[in-house]
Each structure stands twice: as C-alpha cells, then as structure tokens.
C-alpha cells in the first residue's frame, strides 16, 4: 500500500523556520514528481510547492523565496524547508504524489504560525 507519512509541524512565531519531512513507501519514489500542499481553515486546498523525479522545483507565489522543498531518494523522504513564516501559513500540510493529480495524499501535519 502507498503511505505517506508527514512530519515535522508545529507552533512556531512569525519569522520562525520549520522543516516538514514526508516519509514514502509502497511505491517508486524516485520515479514519481512529488507536493507539498496545504489547506487552512475555511478554505481550499493550495499546492505549495512541488519537484519532478529529476529536481525542478516549482513554487506558489505566497511562499516564492521563503519556502524550499527538496527529496532524497536514497531515503525515500520528501522535505520542505519553511523559513520566514508568516501567520497566513497556518494550515495542514500534507504530501501527495504527482503534480496535477494530488488524491493519493497523507494525513498532514498541523503548521501554526502565531505570536
């Protein structure tokens, strides 16, 4: 079975850096592009950031130059760097395999982002 385990959230002051991690497992991981997405409150979900099998990264505008996400295939782990932040990225912040097509997801890990 596909898991995908997120990690690494928290509550954290405004300027603060986190570093999520998403374990894999179940499939290829270095075949697949992976993202990071995130959903707060009353509103839908927003694809952060995401990174194809060879390592072109794209980002949102609202965490362009702040946020980076990165994977490591010899651990079969998906990161993202989150510094910076700001309380608008409160949110839950999963995983999810692919691109366009985000339904294979994991559970999420709470980001709180608050003086």
């Known amino acids: 079975d596909v898991q995908l385990q997120a990690s690494g959230g928290g509550l954290v002051q405004p300027g603060g850096s986190l570093r999520l991690s998403c374990a894999a497992s179940?499939?290829?991981?270095?075949?697949?592009?992976m993202s990071w997405v995130r959903q707060a409150p009353g509103k839908g979900p927003e694809r952060v950031s995401s990174?194809?099998?060879?390592?072109?990264?794209t980002y949102a505008n609202s965490v362009k130059g702040r946020f980076t996400i990165s994977r490591d295939s010899a651990k079969n782990t998906l990161y993202l760097q989150m510094n910076n932040l700001k309380p608008e990225d409160t949110a839950l912040y999963y995983c999810?395999?692919?691109?366009?097509?985000?339904?294979?997801r994991g559970q999420g890990t709470q980001v709180t982002v608050s003086s």
């Open positions: 179940g499939f290829a991981f270095s075949s697949y592009p």
């Open positions: 990174i194809n099998s060879g390592g072109i990264t």
């Open positions: 999810a395999r692919g691109i366009i097509d985000l339904s294979v």
